[in-house]
Every structure is written in C-alpha cells, then in structure tokens.
C-alpha cells in the first residue's frame, strides 16, 4: 500500500509523492530557483474555493498537515513543507472591480500586475507588491509593503474582508465585524497563519495622475554623505514619494561596473506638474558632482515600473533574502554594510533600504513596523555550486547589522537562519496573541506554523 493517501474527489488536481510528474510540480511551487529540499506527501492545486474546503477536510481525515501556497514568492520556499498537504491557491485568479464603491474581490492567486492593469481600466490602484508575479494571497496575508505604500499603509490596511477555510474545513466571512480576531490575524500573520485565505475584499485609491522617478548614483565610496543627505531631505518630502535607497553593482552583468550607492525616488502624485513639485528636493542635490549618473524627473508607469522590476528580479536566477527592522539611522546601518557588499561572491546581490515603507499603520492588525529604518540585503546568484557561499554572504551581512536590530518583516525574512526570526517579526504582545488565536482556531495544529531552521534543507 502506498504512504501517500490517494484524495478520492480531488481527482487530476492532486499529485502525490510517488506520482509521475511530481517532481516538476513540486519546483514549481516555489518561484526561486532555489528550491529547498524539502518534499509534501501531496500537493492539491486547487481550482474553486471548494476545492480548499475538500482539501482541508481529506487533510484532516488523513492527518496531514496543511501549508499554503499562493504566488510561491517566499524567498526561503515557506510554504514547501515535509510531510504535509501543500495546497496551491495559484489557480483561483479571479478579479471583481466595483468602481461605485472603490473595492474589488481578488482571489489569493491574482497577481500584482494582473490586479493593478484591472484596476487601471477603471482608474483605480492599490499598493501592490513590487515584482508583478507576487499574488496577492501571501503578499497581504504578511503586511504588503508595496508601490506608494508609504503613503497608502502597508497593503493589508486596504484589506476589508476576507473568505477563509478554517482548520475545520468550515468556510467564514471574516472582517471587523464578524471573526474579528481571524481578520486581526489575517493582516499581518503572514506564512504562520492558521487558516486558507481564498478571497479579499480590498479598499480602492485613485490611480495616479502621474508617476514620476528620479534616480542619482554614487561611487559606495560617497555611502556617508549620500545617507546623511537623503535622510535629510526625507523628513520634507511627501509621503507620496517613494525613496530609498540601493547599495549594488553598476551594470551586473557579463560586464559588471563599480560598487555603488543609488538614491531613488518615484512620486505618485496627481499630474506631471505635482510630480515635479513633489521630487524637487531630491533634484537639488549638493553632491551632484560626485555622481556616476542621474535621472531626473523621468514619466512612468505602473507597467514600466514593472518591467524593471522583472527584469531586476529574473524567475531563473537563485536568491536567499533577509530583513531587519532597526532604530539606527541610514549612515549608521548601511556603513556597517558597505564592505559586505564590497565582497560579494555575486555582483548581482544587492541591499536595499527604503524610508518608511509602511507609513502608518492601524494598530488594529497582526503587522506592525518595528523599527525607523528597514533594510533588505539579498544574494542573487546563478550557479548551483555557488550556493553556500551566497548563502553565508547572506549570513554575513545580517550578522553585521543585527546589533541594530529591533525585529524582522514576516514576508521576507529568511526563516532559516534562526529559530527567532518569526517570534522577532512581531511585538511581544501581538506574538502572544497570535499563539492564543492559534490554539483557538487550530487546536489540532492542522495549518503548518511558521518554517524553522530545524526543517530547512537547500
């Protein structure tokens, strides 16, 4: 008899361990080419939402564990778990525009890109993630710090109602009204949520009138005059800019350049003359004469804005990522990673470090900003042998910003590297109550908890 449960009435949607095709399947899941060595006795891709509630409940009676897949962009493969039901959501992709009260219903698998071209149609927006193939299911579940979300919150502030399955294969309505503790979990929680998310309901914006960048590079030489001076002006730009900055290598490539620091700022504003008015500090800038390259006050879109980023972030390379929130300033958090990315085995890895990418959330919500300042520092990378030394690059360069530390953001945090890195994206109380909810909702523990170092094998 074969270990693998066969799930009578989920028929062609179910693949099992020892089933021809699995293994294709199995890498799919998850978006880096990285993919951990880690193997689901079943992967269910679902198709409805009644599918999830089947799928739930087969898990149940065979005492499987359930992990959650929506858009598979979990830099350390969260959702790829051993000896569970891995249930892909990718496929419920619809997307409900209702222009009269500035909301839409958007399945767990609409992507980024496919939400935000909808939503253009009838001049509306909402701060989705950053690479256009991020579906909306993980992305909001973790917080959502997107386009223009330093003015807009984080993402799953716009969230005013979700469809879930629960740990007893029952599907609820959640909201503020109703299982109010379920959607405080919901936003925010992130890959240790204890239910399927299948739909949210979102509040809309107005699409911008115009969106607007500007970009000066340094040599990484200039790293401290260029953060004392963006930081500065940081504090008198409007939250509808988007500013941060990038330590990295001019040109990667076949043919890489120097090591530099780039500050870029994209504004959201309601014309091309706002747009202007809103970047102006950023193009009066002292240190013009050390700059390698500049571009002001460049039009663009939020389709343009996507195509760089796809190109950035390239679905066949190999990445490993981490997160810090911190209380010390720029000069100070990124000095401490000037020499890191100096010596990085991969001229494709880069940190980046945005000013306020949640602007101010409700405090009514599982996500909270845990610190002044945030960075990310990602190794990106190509070839398979070079893996552990990307990886301990990786590892290096949180080791040496760790000290400032104040926490992590549950949607990129390598949950690898330590067994606190959940607990420490998260308030004390908040992690507190999240273990309470848990215990309420899943006492049976049928959803998968957070990723461990203990389970990881790359």
Request: aromatic share 8%; proline share 7%; glycine share 8%.
């Amino acid at each position: 008899m074969s270990r693998y449960p066969r799930m009578r009435g989920l028929g062609e949607l179910s693949v099992r361990r020892n089933d021809a095709g699995y293994e294709d399947i199995r890498r799919t899941v998850v978006w880096n080419a990285l993919t951990p060595a880690r193997f689901p006795d079943v992967i269910v891709r679902a198709a409805s939402a009644d599918d999830v509630v089947e799928a739930v409940r087969l898990a149940r009676s065979q005492r499987l564990r359930v992990a959650i897949r929506s858009g598979g962009h979990s830099w350390c493969g969260s959702s790829l778990r051993d000896g569970c039901m891995l249930i892909d959501l990718s496929r419920l992709r619809g997307c409900t525009v209702d222009p009269a009260s500035a909301t839409a219903t958007v399945q767990a698998g609409v992507t980024g890109l496919q939400l935000t071209s909808e939503l253009r149609r009838h001049g509306l927006a909402f701060p989705t993630g950053h690479c256009p193939s991020v579906a909306v299911g993980g992305y909001l579940l973790s917080g959502g710090l997107g386009w223009n979300s330093g003015a807009r919150g984080p993402a799953c502030a716009g969230v005013e109602q979700i469809e879930a399955v629960t740990a007893a294969g029952e599907p609820v309505t959640c909201s503020e009204s109703e299982h109010k503790d379920l959607f405080w979990a919901a936003r925010g929680a992130g890959p240790g949520f204890f239910a399927a998310v299948t739909a949210f309901r979102l509040r809309l914006y107005p699409h911008p009138g115009a969106i607007t960048s500007t970009r000066w590079t340094f040599p990484l030489a200039n790293l401290t005059e260029v953060t004392h001076w963006a930081t500065e002006l940081a504090a008198g730009l409007s939250p509808n800019v988007e500013l941060g900055f990038s330590l990295e290598t001019a040109g990667p490539g076949t043919k890489p350049g120097p090591k530099v620091v780039a500050v870029t700022g994209t504004a959201f504003a309601a014309s091309r003359q706002e747009a202007g008015e809103f970047l102006l500090p950023l193009r009066q800038c002292p240190l013009r004469r050390n700059s390698l390259s500049r571009r002001l006050d460049e039009p663009t879109t939020f389709e343009a804005l996507y195509d760089s980023s796809a190109a950035m972030w390239p679905p066949r390379l190999r990445y490993a990522a981490d997160t810090l929130w911190s209380d010390a300033g720029f000069p100070a958090l990124l000095g401490e990673l000037a020499d890191v990315v100096d010596s990085a085995p991969s001229n494709r890895s880069l940190v980046l470090a945005p000013f306020s990418p949640a602007g101010r959330p409700s405090p009514d919500m599982a996500f909270s900003v845990l610190g002044e300042s945030y960075v990310v520092p990602y190794a990106v990378w190509d070839d398979p042998r070079q893996d552990a030394a990307n990886i301990g690059w990786l590892r290096e360069a949180m080791h040496k910003v760790e000290p400032l530390g104040t926490g992590h953001y549950i949607a990129e945090v390598d949950l690898t590297a330590a067994s606190s890195r959940a607990r420490r994206s998260f308030t004390a109380d908040d992690w507190q109550r999240l273990g309470s909810l848990r215990t309420r909702y899943d006492p049976d523990g049928v959803f998968c908890s957070y990723l461990s170092p203990e389970e990881t094998s790359m």
